[in-house]
């Protein structure tokens, strides 16, 4: 049977959210267990996802400042309905917040350890395997990650600042996801490849447009650009 | 909706390796998975996923839909669930009275929902949305909760006041059923009795605990499914023949030890057929 009885349902509900996410005070021990568990998951996600962030964080001393970034990253910040993103959102959220900001290297520690996620969890690109020609046009594979790093984030080196471009694929003999070092030329023809042209325009376009001679820099990039085509880091 | 046929349990990434498809390799009748787990999956996963996909149904089991939420579930997820959906040819899809997002931030946890009239309303209107999105008919599970929220309607009425409005099925997690009657001090049995049985359409057994700190039983779905949900299982299924599936989440043993709890099940199942 059902009685009349005069309340906010979404009064209600926001009060539980805003205690649980840390925004308001815990009222009953009974709100606690949510805010306990729900803590908990964050917690156990972002860290299996950033192993080498935790590290530092432990280290470094700076459990109750992580804490505290997670209760403020629940309360606006994690939108995705998949858990696996949670990570990058984390990520995005500390670059503009007030958090770690003495750890000069951490968006781009976070990125590069989100990266390698992110590779294993793309569909497979249905490829057409033939033989490479310039004439083709060819896309970036959604199994790489082409990246501008101020830090040497493959080696775990954050004593020096300095430009590396890192490209992040999937081998499919290895099964692993590999990091491969580019010069800043391979890095920006790759980040400004455009699918609706093929190949050799694209390089035409492209070293037109920084001034750089066709005939001296085609066959280096051929040989090079064959080579991300055979890993699938190119694909039709 | 047809009734679901046989036992059932839950698919794992951890079983994965396992599962062999030749006679003598053990397979449930059919694998409950969870969409938000498998909708995106890890590459090294796919092709065991889409070779269980053959060889055995699925049912899926929902975790963030969040139909006791202030707003609709989103139609990007919506579309990636109903791709999904057909692409494993699944009939059988179920979420959880109760909502995991506010203004569409996720807690990513099962809150409780205040057992009212208005919240029936809201409810009803994000099932029948996700219905008519999906094609489909929505079974919603009866939920663990350890808070209460304001309320003024008992859970039983709620529930079955829910599955009238809405038109929904009831995904009847007994072992929620026994959490929450002793941390809210009911009876287990006359709960049962009390819900809408002819709207089941399948039934979720799972493991808790007993945390000493909250003092509370804990549906943590990490621990081997108690001797008192099994009790409620077989009072369950003397009252009516459905389908059972076991629910492990965290964990979770390999797949030869959820091969024994299985079997332990498939005996309390096919009794209640000789029973009928």
Redesign the interface.
């Given at each position: 049977?059902?009685?009349?009885?005069p309340?906010d349902?979404?009064k209600?509900?926001?009060n539980?959210?805003q205690q649980?996410?840390g925004k308001k005070k815990v009222q009953?021990?009974?709100?606690?267990?949510?805010k306990y568990?729900?803590h908990h998951?964050?917690f156990e996600?972002l860290t299996n996802a950033y192993p080498e962030f935790y590290t530092i964080i432990k280290n470094q001393n700076l459990e109750k400042e992580f804490d505290r970034s997670i209760f403020k990253f629940?309360?606006?910040?994690?939108?995705?309905?998949?858990?696996?993103q949670?990570p990058n959102e984390y990520r995005k959220f500390l670059k503009k917040s007030k958090y770690f900001k003495k750890i000069s290297y951490l968006n781009d520690l976070l990125h590069f350890e989100y990266s390698e996620l992110f590779i294993?969890?793309?569909?497979?690109p249905m490829a057409k395997s033939f033989k490479f020609k310039v004439s083709k046009k060819f896309i970036l594979s959604p199994?790489c990650t082409l990246h501008k790093y101020n830090y040497d984030v493959v080696n775990k080196n954050f004593t020096h600042k300095e430009d590396y471009f890192i490209l992040g694929y999937?081998d499919n003999h290895t099964?692993q996801v590999v990091y491969r070092p580019l010069n800043n030329l391979l890095f920006s023809f790759l980040k400004t490849l455009n699918s609706t042209l093929n190949l050799n325009k694209n390089l035409r376009l492209f070293l037109n447009k920084n001034e750089l001679s066709f005939e001296l820099y085609e066959k280096e990039f051929k040989i090079v650009l064959e080579e991300l085509y055979i890993q699938k880091v190119l694909i039709v | 909706m047809k009734h679901i046929k046989g036992c059932g349990l839950g698919l794992r990434a951890e079983f994965l390796d396992d599962i062999h498809f030749d006679t003598k390799s053990f397979s449930p009748d059919w694998w409950e998975v969870t969409p938000?787990n498998w909708?995106?999956?890890?590459?090294?996963y796919?092709e065991k996923f889409e070779q269980i996909a053959q060889n055995t149904p699925f049912v899926a089991h929902g975790v963030?839909l969040s139909l006791?939420s202030?707003r609709k579930p989103?139609k990007r997820?919506l579309q990636e669930l109903k791709t999904f959906l057909d692409t494993y040819n699944i009939t059988y899809y179920s979420e959880h009275i109760s909502?995991s997002?506010?203004?569409?931030?996720?807690?990513?946890?099962l809150?409780?929902?205040?057992l009212?009239?208005?919240?029936i309303e809201?409810m009803s209107d994000n099932i029948k949305y996700v219905e008519d999105f999906l094609g489909r008919g929505l079974s919603i599970e009866n939920a663990t909760y350890?808070?209460?929220?304001?309320?003024?309607?008992s859970e039983s009425?709620f529930i079955n006041?829910l599955l009238y409005k809405s038109g929904a099925k009831l995904l009847l997690d007994v072992n929620n059923v026994y959490v929450n009657s002793i941390n809210h001090s009911y009876n287990a049995k006359k709960f049962i009795k009390s819900l809408d049985l002819d709207k089941v359409s399948y039934i979720h057994v799972a493991g808790h605990y007993f945390d000493k700190e909250?003092q509370?039983l804990i549906d943590s779905h990490g621990t081997k499914v108690n001797y008192d949900t099994w009790e409620l299982l077989r009072y369950t299924l003397d009252k009516i023949d459905i389908s059972p599936m076991i629910e492990r989440d965290n964990n979770i043993p390999p797949l030869a030890i959820m091969q024994k709890e299985y079997k332990k099940m498939t005996k309390i199942y096919d009794k209640r057929i000789s029973n009928g």
């Amino acid at each position: 049977m059902i009685k009349e009885f005069p309340m906010d349902e979404k009064k209600i509900q926001k009060n539980f959210i805003q205690q649980i996410n840390g925004k308001k005070k815990v009222q009953k021990k009974s709100i606690g267990v949510y805010k306990y568990l729900v803590h908990h998951s964050f917690f156990e996600v972002l860290t299996n996802a950033y192993p080498e962030f935790y590290t530092i964080i432990k280290n470094q001393n700076l459990e109750k400042e992580f804490d505290r970034s997670i209760f403020k990253f629940m309360q606006k910040n994690a939108v995705s309905p998949y858990i696996w993103q949670m990570p990058n959102e984390y990520r995005k959220f500390l670059k503009k917040s007030k958090y770690f900001k003495k750890i000069s290297y951490l968006n781009d520690l976070l990125h590069f350890e989100y990266s390698e996620l992110f590779i294993f969890m793309q569909k497979p690109p249905m490829a057409k395997s033939f033989k490479f020609k310039v004439s083709k046009k060819f896309i970036l594979s959604p199994h790489c990650t082409l990246h501008k790093y101020n830090y040497d984030v493959v080696n775990k080196n954050f004593t020096h600042k300095e430009d590396y471009f890192i490209l992040g694929y999937f081998d499919n003999h290895t099964q692993q996801v590999v990091y491969r070092p580019l010069n800043n030329l391979l890095f920006s023809f790759l980040k400004t490849l455009n699918s609706t042209l093929n190949l050799n325009k694209n390089l035409r376009l492209f070293l037109n447009k920084n001034e750089l001679s066709f005939e001296l820099y085609e066959k280096e990039f051929k040989i090079v650009l064959e080579e991300l085509y055979i890993q699938k880091v190119l694909i039709v | 909706m047809k009734h679901i046929k046989g036992c059932g349990l839950g698919l794992r990434a951890e079983f994965l390796d396992d599962i062999h498809f030749d006679t003598k390799s053990f397979s449930p009748d059919w694998w409950e998975v969870t969409p938000e787990n498998w909708i995106h999956m890890p590459i090294w996963y796919r092709e065991k996923f889409e070779q269980i996909a053959q060889n055995t149904p699925f049912v899926a089991h929902g975790v963030s839909l969040s139909l006791g939420s202030n707003r609709k579930p989103k139609k990007r997820y919506l579309q990636e669930l109903k791709t999904f959906l057909d692409t494993y040819n699944i009939t059988y899809y179920s979420e959880h009275i109760s909502y995991s997002s506010y203004d569409n931030v996720q807690a990513h946890e099962l809150l409780p929902v205040p057992l009212t009239p208005k919240m029936i309303e809201q409810m009803s209107d994000n099932i029948k949305y996700v219905e008519d999105f999906l094609g489909r008919g929505l079974s919603i599970e009866n939920a663990t909760y350890y808070h209460t929220e304001p309320s003024s309607l008992s859970e039983s009425d709620f529930i079955n006041e829910l599955l009238y409005k809405s038109g929904a099925k009831l995904l009847l997690d007994v072992n929620n059923v026994y959490v929450n009657s002793i941390n809210h001090s009911y009876n287990a049995k006359k709960f049962i009795k009390s819900l809408d049985l002819d709207k089941v359409s399948y039934i979720h057994v799972a493991g808790h605990y007993f945390d000493k700190e909250v003092q509370m039983l804990i549906d943590s779905h990490g621990t081997k499914v108690n001797y008192d949900t099994w009790e409620l299982l077989r009072y369950t299924l003397d009252k009516i023949d459905i389908s059972p599936m076991i629910e492990r989440d965290n964990n979770i043993p390999p797949l030869a030890i959820m091969q024994k709890e299985y079997k332990k099940m498939t005996k309390i199942y096919d009794k209640r057929i000789s029973n009928g």
